[in-house]
């Protein structure tokens, strides 16, 4: 993409409505505009680096199992009314009355509505287990919204839903999609770590959140300081075969938010120099909450002996419009954005120095076309502004790499290869700067 043809509105300026450092990088690089309170428009940068989220959290929820349909925004209230929840889930749910004056509302969540799916399919023990997921926006009529894309009002939200016959079998969906998210977050280049947790107003009795660490997250964590060291892309993953040893080895330590924080425990059960008390960001939340939903809305199967149980369910969401400011707060410099290399909306940012210089236009021109043949996203800062500018836009939009073309170098045919994370810079003739973003 030629940065002169390209919509990417930045600001020089800090936007003064701004109180955290992930929204106010989001505006300056034009990645997003707000639209009214807690709703944004996407703008293309922005939408790229979503986009890349949303991939690799569909990815792993495959390789998981999990099986990706589409519900839509807008439900009918009586599928709320059935389980209870129309009334319970009070202002912040957006409700909305439709020409014939039915009462329908915009959905904040999707129990209700996979499970009416389900019970309408499925009739068997034989048809279970299942995992279903989408990749759908939400409403919320927060209170508050506010950090930009991280406490919104409008959302974009994986969720997944669990169907079994029992327990048992329920306690193995739910730790598949619990090592997916480690695997997922890991992914994106984030260290998150599963919480014990409140389930609010899902429901149920099992519940994990999971938290990256950050100073401007909205909870308040505890946990054990060796947590922060495991590392799980490491691990061979079979889904099929039995996860409870990955989950009772991220479990065994104490990590828990503060609802279900218990001072005289953390103390007992860490030590001093392992205490990790800080502030974090809810990424994602897994639940198991058996029959809440499948009772009332009247999802059963029948058994092989021929009774009928009411299906065991758990849902399992991930923030992925909030996990694009969550990735810069944990990703960022005094400079601006640092994109992991998973998540980047370009993977290069070519810098021409001199536009107009001949040799230095042809030598862009050298690198762009391989590069873009070989597959590689670049970025190409082909405009008329000084040295200055572009430098500092490209560190600010956070490329991972910055490949610069200057009168310079290019009397010596050498380009400079800079890595935006470590600020190192090498200087390599072209083809080889090629070959090391090809490889
Ligand atoms: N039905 C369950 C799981 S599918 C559910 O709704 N869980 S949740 O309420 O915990 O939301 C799942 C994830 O969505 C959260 O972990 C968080 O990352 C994200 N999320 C929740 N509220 C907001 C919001 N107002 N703005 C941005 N992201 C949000």
Known sequence: MRLSAYFMPTMKETPAEAQIVSHRLMLRAGMVRQASAGIYSWLPLGFRVMKKIEQIVREEQDAAGAQELLMPTVQAADLWRESGRYDDYGKEMLRITDRHGRDMLYGPTNEELITDIFRHAVRSYRDLPRILYHIQWKFRDEVRPRFGVMRGREFLMKDSYSFDVDYESARKSYNKMFVSYLRTFA???????PMEAETGPIGGNLSHEFIILANTGETQVFCHGD????????????????????VDYWTRCYARTDDKHEPEVFAAEVPDDKRVERRGIEVGHIFYFGSKYSEPLDAFVTLQDGSQTAVHMGSYGIGVSRLVGAIIEACHDDDGIIWPESVAPFKVGLINLKVGNDACDALCEQLYGPLRNAGVEVLYSDRDDSPGAKFAEMDLIGLPWQVVVGPRGVKNGMVELKSRATGERQELAPDSAVARLTA
């Open 227 to 246: 947590l922060l060291a495991y590392d799980v892309l490491a691990e061979e993953i079979d889904y099929a075969g039995d996860l409870s040893h990955i």
């Open 187 to 193: 992914r994106l280049g984030l260290r998150a770590i």
